[in-house]
C-alpha cells in the first residue's frame, strides 16, 4: 500500500484543526487504529506548531504545506512553512533540541531529562522542547529539518510501523498503556474537536 496526500493551510486555528482531522479520517479509512491515528495526529500538531512558531506569514500566498506519504511500513510527515532570515536565524534552538533527542538511544531518557527540568523551572525553549522529545518517544519517530534555498522550513517526521502495528485491537491497546505506565511514561490525551 502506498497513500500520499498533501495539504495547504494559512496558520490559523481553524484550518489547522480541519487538516489534522481529515488526515485522521484518511488513516481510519486505512483501518489505522485510534491509538495510531491520535499518535499521528499529535505528530502533526507538534509539526504545524513548530511551523507557525518559525514561519513567515506576511504575503497571502505564504502558507503551510502538510504531506503525509503512507506505505506498509512508515508514515512519513512534512511540514514546509517559509521563513524569513530572523526566523532562520531562531532555529539554531530547533536544531539543538532534535541533535538534544538524537543523541540518545531512547528518546525516552530525553524526555524525562527535559521532563526533570521543567519541574525545576528551568525551561529555555518553553513548552517546544518537551513536545519534541514527546513525539519522539511516543510516536517513536526519527525527527529532522531543513532550509531550503527558497528560505522554506522543511521538518520531517517518520514512524516506522513494525508488523501489525498499524491495526492494534483494544487488548493489545491497553497492555502497552499498562505497560508504559508501569515504566512512568506519560500518555497523549488527544483533543476533544
Given amino acids: 500500500m502506498q497513500k500520499s496526500k498533501k495539504f495547504s ?3 490559523v486555528n481553524q484550518e489547522i ?3 489534522v482531522k481529515k488526515i485522521a479520517i484518511l488513516l481510519k ?3 489505522f487504529s485510534d491509538y495510531n491515528v491520535q499518535t499521528q495526529t ?3 500538531r507538534q509539526l504545524l506548531k513548530n511551523g507557525i512558531k518559525y514561519g513567515h506569514f506576511t504575503l497571502p500566498e505564504n502558507e503551510i504545506t502538510v504531506s503525509i506519504h ?3 511500513n512508515t508514515i512519513a510527515v512534512e511540514v514546509m512553512n517559509p521563513v524569513d532570515a530572523e526566523g532562520a536565524k531562531n532555529l539554531s534552538e530547533l536544531d539543538k533540541t532534535i541533535q538534544f533527542i538524537k543523541g540518545y538511544q531512547d528518546p525516552f531518557e530525553a524526555f524525562m531529562i527535559l521532563h526533570k527540568e521543567a519541574v525545576k523551572g528551568k525551561y529555555h525553549n518553553g513548552s517546544n522542547d518537551l513536545d519534541l522529545a514527546r513525539i519522539a518517544y511516543q510516536g517513536n519517530v526519527a525527527l529532522d529539518f531543513i532550509i531550503s534555498e527558497d528560505n522554506t522550513l522543511i ?3 517518520v514512524r516506522k510501523l513494525e508488523g501489525s ?3 492494534e485491537t483494544l487488548i493489545q491497546q491497553k497492555a502497552l498503556i499498562n505497560k508504559s505506565s508501569q515504566d512512568g511514561r506519560f500518555f497523549y490525551q488527544s483533543d476533544s474537536e
Fill in 9 to 11: 493551510l494559512r496558520p
Fill in 17 to 19: 484543526k480541519q487538516v
Fill in 29 to 31: 479509512s486505512l483501518k
Fill in 42 to 44: 499529535m505528530i502533526i
Fill in 70 to 72: 503512507i506505505t506498509d
Fill in 155 to 157: 521538518q520531517s517526521a
Fill in 165 to 167: 502495528n498499524r491495526v
